[in-house]
Each structure stands twice: as structure tokens, then as C-alpha cells.
């Protein structure tokens, strides 16, 4: 059920139709917005490749799959729900679409709660997640690192 709400949230970012910027908007919104996007998406894109045939959509890990802490993993522990959290952020902000906003911030919740999640399932799967957890953060980076 999560997977779905995820993709629903997803779609109605990505697709529902908006009204230009107002004219009042600072141009520095819609230029951050922009600027998210595309970092955004290449977080997705190395992350999706760096898990390789052990990624899924379901928080529940594949039989077959192998821990992955280095890459990107060495800094974040979800980067794929940082790149999608930045890049429909980018997108909510390059638009100033309020809509776009509530549904990244029900996005971000939901990561969150489906991180957790998750974490118990890897915790069960590979004991060394848990030296992993305290070192990694699990949407940015630790600072003390």
C-alpha cells in the first residue's frame, strides 16, 4: 500500500497541470527549484544503478540482495528518497504551485514512515546495519563525518 501511495503521490507532482508563475513570484524560487531538479535526478539515476538487481520498489529487501554502503550509500542510506524528495521539490518550487508543495511535503512523511520501515527488515537481514545507522544519515549526510 505504501509502494502505491508513493506512486500516487509521485504522479500528482509530476503531471498535475499548473497556472505559469505569478509575475510577484522572486525569480531566486523558481531558480532554485530548477537548480534541485536536476541533482535530484541524478541522485535517483546513480543510486538506482549502484543497487543494481538488489533494488525494489517494496521496503522488504530482495533473498538475494547485498548491502550497499558505499557510493552515495556511504553518505545517505535512502538516496533515492533524497533524489526523488529533491527533484519534486525543484519541481513544486520551479512552478510556486502550493498544491505541488503539500504533496511533497505527504511525500517526505511518507518516506520517512516507509524508511523506518524498511530499516527494520535490514536490520533483521544484515547485522552490521546497525554501525551503518550511526554513521550515515538516513535522507542527508551526517556533518560529523
Not at 67 to 76: C, F, Q
Not at 78 to 88: A, D, N, Q
Not at 101 to 117: E, M, Q, R
Request: net charge positive.
Amino acid at each position: 500500500m505504501l509502494v502505491t501511495i508513493q506512486f500516487v503521490l509521485l504522479a500528482v507532482i509530476f503531471f498535475l497541470p499548473v497556472k505559469a508563475p505569478s509575475p510577484e513570484t522572486p525569480s531566486w524560487i523558481t531558480g532554485l527549484g530548477s537548480f534541485l531538479v536536476w541533482p535530484g535526478l541524478g541522485i535517483v539515476l546513480v543510486s538506482i544503478f549502484k543497487l543494481g538487481s538488489s533494488l525494489t520498489a517494496s521496503p522488504i529487501p530482495k533473498k538475494d540482495s547485498k548491502l550497499k554502503t558505499d557510493g552515495l550509500y556511504k553518505w545517505i542510506r535512502h538516496p533515492i528518497y533524497t533524489g526523488l524528495i529533491l527533484t519534486t521539490l525543484g519541481i513544486a518550487l520551479e512552478v510556486t504551485s502550493i498544491g505541488k508543495l503539500f504533496f511533497v511535503a505527504g511525500l517526505i512523511v511518507l518516506f520517512n514512515y516507509k524508511a523506518k520501515w524498511e530499516e527494520t527488515f535490514l536490520l533483521e537481514r544484515y547485522p552490521e546495519y546497525r554501525t551503518y545507522m550511526t554513521k550515515t544519515g538516513r535522507f542527508v549526510p551526517r556533518l560529523n563525518r
